[in-house]
């Protein structure tokens, strides 16, 4: 890989939550959730830089106090990707890589390995990581999102419904993990493209890149992702944490 590819992580972290109000700062092992995502992401061997984009002040001035880069922005803007773009769009960089500010657990070397295949793609735009999907009731969950590849691993859709259909058997049904890996030219270009109408039935962003005509391509992983959303998702990370501590 070309060492003088300049990377940039980007970690949006809005302060309201409809289930977890405060959650960037609500505290894992004495140590607020925003700081965890910051500290795997640091661990990461090819981004070069981190930044939070946040649009709270509370969050702001704590990650000021804790040494990390951060910046404000507006309230109003739609998405994560939208936020990102507004940490970047003045500085110089080659790649954009869009990190949940609610996956403490994030491991540095998926990052690492998603990044990679962006690099070495030369028409995918962004890339992203897979999982394969070990258990029923994930098909069946609407907040896991699945993906369909075609034979080179570029993204042929995205769902939160079973695909393919449940008559499939074959091991080939994989789970969406929410990273994202952009070209910084694209990136721009795809924060100025209307929403689809797929994106908007599915509730799913990466959608308008498709339905755009651009390919992503996707990284089979063995990570899975364990998002904080709620009280209990918070007990699990913490559980997993103070093992890894002994």
Sequence with gaps: MDRSCKIIGVIPARYNSTRLPGKPLREICDRSMILHVCDQVEKSKLISKVIVATDDKRIFDHLVAN?????????????GTDRCWEAVKDLNCDIVVNIQGDEPLIDPSVIDKTVEELVRSSDAVCSTPVKKISERAELDNMNVVKAVMDKNN??????????????????????????????????KKYVEMDRTPN????????????????????????????GVDTEEDLEKVEAILRKREY
């Design 199 to 226: 994106e908007i039935a599915e509730s799913l962003e990466q959608l308008r890149i498709l339905e755009n005509g651009y390919k992503i391509k996707c990284v089979e992983v063995d990570y899975d992702s364990i």
């Design 154 to 187: 570029n993204a042929m859709y995205f769902s939160r419904s079973e695909i393919p259909s449940n008559r499939v058997t074959t091991d080939i049904k994989y789970k969406h993990i929410g990273l994202y890996c952009y070209k910084f030219g694209f990136l």
């Design 67 to 79: 040494n990390k880069t951060v910046i404000m922005t507006a309230q109003d803007i739609n998405s």
